[in-house]
Nanobody
Framework: QVQLVESGGGLVQAGGSLRLSCVASGSILRSNPMGWYRQAPGKQRELVARIFYGGGTYYADSVKDRSTISRNNAGNTVYLQMNSLKPEDTAIYYC?????????WGQGTQVTVSS
């Protein structure tokens, strides 16, 4: 069983920055891919960024050049640094981890960007 707990969301003005954190516990390996998704009101959940074993990363076009995903050496915490935030970044941000054919999700953290 895997548990994911996100933190770091909040209210920020446009142009500001936030750093989201997600701590994973349970049966995890450093090789498990982890990522961040977000879901805005009335929209489908979408991939924001993902990090793979070895440090490879992927970013959605909407956040590329404004965001950095990283992972600690122990492999149990993933971060999402978001800069130059825009009102359209407002959403609930979810952490996820893929392990042994199962995708695990955290409970989400709200990010609200005011104009």
């Amino acid at each position: 069983q895997v548990q994911l707990v996100e933190s770091g969301g909040g209210l920020v003005q446009a142009g500001g920055s936030l750093r989201l954190s997600c701590v994973a516990s349970g049966s995890i390996l450093r090789s498990n891919p982890m990522g961040w998704y977000r879901q805005a009101p009335g929209k489908q959940r979408e991939l924001v960024a993902r990090i793979f074993y070895g440090g490879g990363t992927y970013y959605a076009d909407s956040v590329k050049d404004r965001s950095t995903i990283s992972r600690n050496n122990a492999g149990n915490t993933v971060y999402l640094q978001m800069n130059s935030l825009k009102p359209e970044d407002t959403a609930i941000y979810y952490c996820n981890l893929f392990s042994m054919g199962t995708t695990y999700w955290g409970q989400g953290t709200q990010v609200t960007v005011s104009s």
